[in-house]
């Protein structure tokens, strides 16, 4: 099996990332020399046909829209390698939100929802906030059990990183507010927001 940086989808989602870091790095250079945003766009847009045909090859790698929602074997393949592959790359974050929301609206088997859920914990782990994980969080959920309830208080306990324990004991609200069948597991006035924060 191929490693997951050798993939298409992951090899697709790397070259976005490089051309629009290749944009930024041209603008702020020509910025910085000539004090002029309008020399710094155009020296930066020579890369413009790159960028779309770029992220035009990376959609033709995602799901479908309409096939997804009718839960299409292949487009939920496409779906879970999308939101797995591990690459911050501009605009992917919101793309990413847009998936989630749709597979809210998908009944999934046993497996992609293992996939949900380790998703759901490798984001809160990841030390930093990402786009997508409010739409991951609310699907996350739909399909959250006692399992993963342990396994976010326990990062509660552990977790050495401000963000990582901010977005443990959000996700874990947000859980146990929604779903009253968890609430057995771990007491939903235990994670409950200070006043002023958000959830």
Known sequence: ??????????????????????????WEE?????????????AAGVLNPQIYTAYEAL???????SDLLKGDATELEKAFEFLETDILAFRCGYWKSQICNLLKKV?????????????ALTYVLWP??????????????IHADEDLIRDLE?????????????????LLYRILNSRV????VAP????KPQPGQLP
């Open 1 to 26: 099996m191929r490693g997951v940086k050798e993939r298409p989808m992951a090899i697709a989602m790397q070259r976005c990332k490089d051309l629009r870091r290749e944009y930024q790095r041209i």
């Open 30 to 42: 020509v910025y910085r020399q000539e004090h002029d945003a309008g020399d710094a766009y155009s």
């Open 59 to 65: 959609g033709e790698l995602t799901p479908k829209d």
């Open 107 to 119: 009944p999934l088997e046993p497996p992609h929802v293992q996939r949900v859920k380790k998703l």
């Open 128 to 141: 930093g906030f990402r786009a997508e994980f409010r739409e991951l969080s609310r699907l996350t959920i």
């Open 154 to 170: 326990k990062v509660c306990d552990e977790a050495e990183d401000e963000a990582v324990l901010k977005k443990a004991r959000s």
């Open 181 to 184: 069948d968890l609430r057995e």
């Open 188 to 191: 939903l006035e235990k994670y």
